[in-house]
């Protein structure tokens, strides 16, 4: 079966998809990234394009991100990052820049997903996707 496991040293980006814009042109809404989104976006596309596998999952798989954040406000290594942003708005740009990378045809093929989020020394983004029977 195969599986991908990489870390991605870096302050994780804050800003999650929830945070589009909405402005109103002839009488319909358009959506748009705001400048903080769009930057933690090409953050995050930047990293990774560095661990594209080099063939894409075709079958379902199992995706475990490890969010990391940097230490602050006398949290420790390790402990539970229990305030914003929320899990499933991370995973969502994630997904988004990950399918658009060629890493998989469609996000859909993502059947389990294990997402934490920590306080860290060493903050980054831990990824392991594995295919699943």
């Known amino acids: 079966m195969a599986e991908l496991k990489f ?5 994780p980006p804050t800003t999650t998809q929830q945070q589009h814009r909405v402005t109103v042109r002839n009488g319909k809404p358009i959506f748009y ?15 990774l394009a ?37 899990t499933d708005n991370l995973q969502k740009a994630l997904k988004d820049i990950m399918t ?8 859909a093929l993502v059947v389990s997903e294990v997402t934490e989020k920590f306080w860290a020394k060493r903050p980054g983004i831990f990824i392991h996707i594995h295919e699943v029977e």
């Open 33 to 47: 990234d705001s400048p903080e989104l769009a930057e933690a976006k090409a953050k995050l596309t930047a990293h």
């Open 100 to 107: 658009k990378l060629g890493y998989w045809k469609d996000d």
């Open 50 to 86: 560095k661990h594209i596998p080099e063939q894409m999952f075709h079958g379902a798989v199992q995706l475990v991100v490890k969010w990391r954040f940097p230490l602050s406000g006398g949290h420790y290594d390790g402990e539970y990052k229990t305030t914003k942003p929320d």
């Open 7 to 11: 870390f991605m040293p870096m302050n």
